[in-house]
């Protein structure tokens, strides 16, 4: 039988990932360059993603505020290391309204602004400014807020979810009285992250620290956990900041002590965006479609009433809404069971399609034999083939009832379970030289998304920094890879370093990525 999408994996994987967002209906590209339309069912999932990350966050201790989408100039230039990451990405404001020449608008000379205005890149400028001022004593801290909001980094080369001008996301942002307090802060957040997306999205992750030159502009220490797609890369899935004082030093963020001298504040900072709905996508989605965990599908079980335009159509539409009302009544996953009644005038196995494409986690078919007899008919979207054929199974109507729960259960499970083996299976840990691994990945192809899938390499490393660490850089940027993190779940260390021949201090994470 046909394949759902017309290109599949293996053919084009960059090609299928954006038929798979098409064909979900997740989103489009937009009229602004670079921008993206997330539709309702794309932001469903995201809201999902979002009220699981929110509840975890205000559980340890945080509190939701906001701050403006503009930042005056002058608060980015105060930290040197951070304006010098973010430079080339921002987008300036110069301009403050426009005015009609010749029955056109042009922007009013006379309306420059003072001080020109950066679109919030992200918010640790601005939020520092605040802290300043609602700091003063060791009694006020530690200080911990997050924030929902859109940033705009611009983007040469964009991709719908993955990479875009314009995205949505959390930042959280805390100010601490000593070192130990923020290091714990960014390591907790950091396994918030692992949680929600291990556990809530169904996609294995490794957390570690960032390489020196991976590191966010103007941090000391920068975390992540890193996910892997189905081609074999990685994907920055999340990241938390321990920034030390330096921005506290540039910001004057001071606190009196209980001695009664004057200390800067440690802060950090942290965050995830809708780029984790891409990762969903090139984790489980297969050559039919998207494939949602349960636990972030807008409806985990669509009931698709087989209607032929017959008198006992009534009967299927009414048995379809009570089956409906009772799968309401359920928890499952810790939440009320999200059911779905499919009334449009369309073919019943059209609509099939377009739910198997969406990913919704479990089909029911329901035609006039089901209705008269008690029974569902019920196809499974993480087991939907069986080689070419379709797999459903009939069942009575109680017995579903009894079993929806734990069926939503094991759809998410299962969906970890071969994430978690793929992973597990496409790390190579006996390359020990440079040599070794560059002739593993080959020589870089002109087209990097025709790059065959060669899965991460775990390789012994003994933190070069400086201009070493810059050559190490150059040498895996002509193979197109990166370094993606030191792996905090680390065996005593053994063997050379592959990239300076000294003895190994630990293991890195090297990888072709998003």
Known sequence: M??????????????????????????????????????????????????????????TGHENCYFPLFIPMSFIAQEASHVEGFAKEMAVVT???????????????????????????????????????WVSSHRDLPVLINQWA????????TRLFLRTSEFLWQEGHTAHADEADAREETRKMLEVYRQIVEDVLAVPVI????????????????????????????????????LGTNFAHAQNIRFQGASGELEYCHTTSWGVSTRLVGGVIMTHGDDDGLRLPPAIAPKQIVVVPMLREKPEDAEVLAYCEALKADLDDLVALKAPLRAHVDKKPVRAANKRWDWARRGAP???????????????????????????????VGMPRAEFLGQAPALLAEIQLNLFAEAKARLDANIRADLTSFDAIAEYFGKAAEDDEAAAFKGWVRAPWARPTGAELEEVETRLKALKLTLRNIPLAQGPASGTCVFTGRPAVEEILIARAY
């Open 2 to 59: 046909k394949r759902a999408l017309s290109v599949t994996r293996d053919e084009n994987f960059a090609q299928w990932y954006q038929a798979v967002v098409a064909e979900a209906d997740l989103a489009e590209t937009s009229p602004v360059r670079g921008c993206m339309i997330i539709k309702p069912w794309g932001y469903g999932v995201w809201e999902l993603i979002q009220a699981a990350l929110d509840r975890r966050i205000k559980e």
């Open 95 to 133: 301009h403050h309204r426009l005015k009609s020449v010749d029955g056109k608008l042009v922007v009013d000379p006379d309306s420059k602004l003072e001080e020109p205005l950066i679109v919030r890149p992200t918010s640790e400028t601005i939020i520092g400014d605040a802290f300043r001022r």
């Open 150 to 157: 859109n940033v705009v980094r611009w983007e040469m080369r």
């Open 207 to 242: 957390a570690g620290e960032k390489p020196e030159n991976e590191r966010f502009p103007g941090a000391v220490n920068t975390y992540s956990i890193e996910a892997m797609m189905q081609d074999g890369k990685a994907l920055q899935a999340g990241t938390s900041h321990y």
């Open 362 to 392: 479990i089909i029911l078919e329901i035609g006039p034999r089901d209705a008269s007899s008690g029974m569902v008919t019920m196809i499974r979207r993480d087991k939907l083939r069986d080689g070419d054929k379709i797999v459903s």
